[in-house]
């Protein structure tokens, strides 16, 4: 059973800093693509970034700079680093494994609650 579970959103104040977790259980992690995505209230889903399986990385100009997404091979875990917080950045942030070897394996975590507030 695929599962992708993320941990570390919470409440920060403009200018803080936090650190998503996405832990993936299931999946080959080496051949999948790892993606950070949120959703602010009332707005649709976004990418913030991404990172190949090779470490490869892309960035949303709104975020470059100041996020840093990376993975952990050995714990089948991919991370993004908050820095520089805006309370523009507020939502839920989910997770998503996409495999590069079959289209259709597409996976979402639950997502986790960030809120950016003095």
């Known amino acids: 059973q695929v599962q992708l579970v993320e941990s570390g959103g919470g409440l920060a104040q403009p200018g803080g800093s936090l650190r998503l977790a996405c832990e993936t259980y299931?999946?080959?992690?080496?051949?999948?693509?790892m993606g950070w995505y949120r959703q602010a209230p009332g707005k649709e889903r976004e990418l913030v970034a991404t990172i190949s399986p090779g470490g490869g990385t892309d960035y949303d100009v709104a975020v470059k700079g100041r996020f840093t997404v990376s993975r952990d091979h050995a714990k089948a875990t991919a991370y993004l680093q908050m820095n520089s917080l805006k309370p523009e950045d507020t939502g839920v942030y989910y997770c998503n494994a996409r495999s590069v070897r079959d289209i259709d394996k597409v996976y979402w975590g639950q997502g986790t609650q960030v809120t950016v507030s003095p």
């Open positions: 299931g999946i080959i992690f080496s051949i999948n693509v």
